[in-house]
């Protein structure tokens, strides 16, 4: 009988995602994660075995249809945009994909009239792919405006206070990458922009698929979405994407060809004014690799099949991040050496838990000789859990991260 009842568990017993070697965790053999603890789950999950399958599909459409595998190819790209679709609640958005989300940021921008509107809002806890290149717009003229991210609770409310008739847009993200906290009060930001004609672009990619995700309820249909399957989605690099609104007009100055696909020899015939296909590929580059959409669409499929849907994987992530910070607090580890954010709490965390010390690089290392692996940001030791990780595991860690942080202890006090 099982011990614990998610609402999400309907008909399963949730006992086997909690033993060890959990159930899932016979998908991923490729990636051996009964061998190693991840603790990568926020930035890279392993990826299940059924993606090899995309991958060696790829190739045998490549060699069999040489070069008209392309509408294969466009099959599987359509199949990831509904899969995002799919696990952002969203019945009306366009999905133009990408290998990143800068390609994608850049081409958004690129399509703002910053010559009227030269103001942007954003945060001072965006992802490098936003951060690095609104810095850089910022030395050529474009006025940026940073909203601080430490006290969460005032963020939609100090961005809506900054807006004016010369702002283009905002960008902000919808979980923090380096506090691992969710923005309270989207919908209000959203209707906010709205209101004033200010785009809005959301950085989703560390919410999709691990917190649930809602176009339709949180006012977002009119709003710009990047976001991807590195992380919680566990499709591997190169399946990015920008979801924009159906009526949606920008044409952006950065442009590929795969953006006017329908009419190329037209446009190139009779130097007509360029053109803009009115559905997904409106935001789109050139020609691509299409190996990672092959993968990703076995992914989606796979997730469906396990009924692996946001809501299951949000209570998952929580019960798992809940047990990591029961044992960080039970720990009582010295305030200087390495702490938690009491202010932050498991309600409003998403896909990892985020603990601020000096020594995080060293940590990390010393974690990786245990097999047990985690990243740093900065000054920030990062631990996402994953579906496929036992409790055990957590355990494991949790108990090679006490000794090691036991062992830099007790050097500070003898220092």
């Not at 017993?13 to 051996?32: A, E, G, K």
């Not at 979980?175 to 309270?184: A, D, E, K, W, Y």
């Not at 809602?214 to 009119?222: A, F, G, K, P, R």
Request: proline share 3%; hydrophobic share 40%; charged share 25%.
């Amino acid at each position: 009988m099982c011990r614990f009842k998610l609402k999400s568990a309907v008909g399963r017993c949730v006992d086997t995602f909690f033993n060890s070697p959990n159930h899932l965790s016979r998908f991923y053999q490729q990636f051996r994660v009964t061998e190693r603890i991840l603790l990568t789950g926020h930035s890279h999950q392993a990826w299940p075995d059924c993606a090899l399958a995309g991958h060696m599909q790829a190739w045998k459409d490549a060699a069999e249809f040489v070069d008209n595998k392309w509408a294969q190819a466009f099959d599987k790209a359509n199949e990831v945009r509904k899969g995002f679709a799919q696990r952002l609640d969203d019945t009306s958005g366009r999905y133009s994909l990408s290998q990143n989300t800068h390609d994608l940021v850049i081409r958004f921008i690129s399509a703002l009239p910053l010559k009227d509107k030269p103001r942007l809002i954003t945060t001072n806890g965006e992802f490098h792919s936003i951060r690095r290149q609104l810095n850089r717009l910022e030395e050529e003229g474009v006025k940026i405006t940073r909203i601080d991210n430490t006290q969460m609770e005032y963020v939609v409310d100090d961005i809506i206070n900054a807006m004016n008739d010369k702002t283009s847009a905002v960008l902000v993200s919808s979980v923090f990458f380096n506090n691992g906290q969710i923005l309270q009060g989207i919908e209000r930001l959203a209707k906010a922009c709205d209101q004033f004609d200010i785009k809005l672009l959301v950085d989703a990619y560390h919410h999709i698929n691990v917190v649930p995700f809602s176009i339709q309820q949180n006012s977002l249909e009119n709003a710009y979405v990047v976001g991807g399957g590195y992380k919680y989605c566990q499709l591997g690099e190169g399946n990015c994407f920008l979801r924009f609104p159906e009526h949606c007009a920008l044409r952006p100055v950065i442009t590929g060809w795969l953006a006017e696909f329908d009419s190329l020899y037209k446009a190139s015939e009779n130097g007509a004014r360029v053109s803009y296909k009115s559905a997904d590929d409106r935001f789109a580059g050139a020609t691509y690799d299409p190996t990672s959409h092959y993968r990703a669409a076995e992914v989606f499929h796979f997730f469906d099949e396990q009924k692996m849907t946001p809501e299951f994987l949000r209570e998952q992530s929580q019960r798992q991040i809940g047990l990591l910070m029961q044992r960080f607090d039970e720990a009582d580890f010295e305030q200087k050496i390495i702490q938690r954010d009491l202010n932050y709490s498991l309600a409003t965390t998403a896909g990892f838990l985020a603990l601020k010390s000096q020594y995080a690089e060293k940590i990390k290392n010393e974690l990786s000789k245990h097999d047990v692996y985690s990243d740093v940001r900065a000054d920030v030791l990062r631990l996402g859990p994953a579906p496929y990780l036992s409790d055990q595991q957590l355990a494991t860690a949790m108990d090679c991260l006490q000794d090691i942080v036991r062992k830099i202890e007790h050097k500070f006090t003898v220092s």
